[in-house]
């Protein structure tokens, strides 16, 4: 029977969740607050469960201020967020942040198709803003996730930092496994395949890690450039790349610059790399910067008019993870200052 205390920490967490679903959309708050389990609620501290390290990071760097003034208001004090994993659970690894070894190390015999892939809801061909810059890498790759290893192969996709492969790799693995569902597929960081060599080599299971990559269907390896340098790391990455193209297996790469600006990667392996397709993604022009925060605003809970699209595509003319953090805290001043989203707060905030 639930305790007095137990009924009121669930009456407020409730009430917390009631009213964060009036600021964020609906797909919004099914795919990342709705999974969140409240361990406590306290005016001094909140603290929250969550399923994995991915939806952690993702809610701190997106949602606290939302979940801030939730708390706020239904709590009457803006108490400390702690977050912690909940145990025994994989957590999907943002392709940007060091991979763990422990989320890799199952044997493949153990794992049902598709199982180990850790993807970003978000990161589907649907939400992917098409522009000039872009749209060479982007038919490509709608292209070999319609029909693997039966167009471009391999596939290497390159750019800069935050010019959307890492949304592209995992579109492809969305589309393979909807259209597919049998097909295996590996993706994972270059650190991550790093890491998973050299733990092989130390527990002596090499046979295990080539079994991993080379009995699958489909190898997507995110940020190829980590490979400069490692020589024995490139030595088995060349044979598993020999191995699936051997097989007719589909093999798409990323990387922040062309095959050939990779330094220290033996000739042998970058020759490899251009025997399909190569497309570049590069800086969006104004026109998609347009595009992609129309897209992004009501993603993020924002309503975006004319003026301050404009004066963001301006003034932000890096790349699109940077146009998409510029909405979110956008969204974010407005929400704590309960101010709507003019050109004036736009100047004030950037």
């Known amino acids: 029977m639930a305790t007095q205390t137990e009924q009121t920490k669930a009456g407020s967490w409730d009430a917390i ?60 004090t803006d108490p400390e967020i702690a977050f912690s994993v909940r145990a025994r659970v994989e957590a999907p690894a943002d392709p940007e942040l060091p991979a763990t070894l422990a989320a890799e190390a199952a044997p493949a015999a153990q794992e049902p198709a598709g199982e180990a892939l850790r993807l970003n809801p978000e990161y589907v061909f649907e939400n992917f ?11 490509a790759a709608t292209m070999v996730a319609d029909a693997p290893a039966h167009t471009f192969n391999p596939l290497f996709l390159y750019g800069d930092v935050g010019m959307g492969k890492t949304h592209l790799l995992q579109a492809i693995c969305h589309q393979m496994r909807r259209k597919q569902p049998g097909l295996k597929i590996r993706y994972v960081s270059c650190e991550t395949f790093i890491n998973d060599f050299i733990s092989s080599l130390q527990t ?68 490899r790399m251009k025997w399909g397709m190569v497309a570049a993604i590069a800086k969006p022009d104004y026109e998609t910067r347009i595009l992609v925060l129309k897209k992004k605003a009501p993603m993020r809970g924002a309503a975006l008019s004319d003026e301050v699209l404009q004066f963001l595509a301006t003034h932000i003319d890096t790349n699109i993870r940077e146009l998409d953090g510029a909405v979110v805290k956008l969204a974010g001043h407005s929400l704590l200052t309960q101010r709507p989203i003019t050109l004036d707060l736009a100047r004030e905030v950037f």
């Open 204 to 271: 002596r299971t090499v046979d295990r890690f080539r079994d991993r990559y080379r009995k699958i269907d489909a190898l997507l390896v995110d940020d190829v450039h980590f490979l400069s340098g490692k020589s024995s790391t490139q030595d088995e990455f060349y044979h598993t790349f020999n191995a699936l193209f051997n097989e007719k297996k589909q093999i798409i790469l990323s990387s922040d610059g062309p095959h050939e600006a990779i330094p220290t990667v033996e000739q042998r392996l970058l020759s």
């Open 17 to 76: 969740l009631s009213e964060i679903a009036r600021n964020v959309r609906p797909q919004q708050y099914a795919t990342w607050i709705k999974p969140v389990r409240a361990l406590s609620v306290e005016p001094g501290l909140m603290e929250l469960e969550v399923p994995n390290a991915w939806t952690q990071e993702w809610l701190a760097r997106n949602y606290l201020p939302v979940i801030r003034a939730a708390a706020r208001s239904v709590l009457g």
């Open 129 to 139: 803003v098409i522009g000039q810059t872009n749209r060479l890498a982007h038919a």
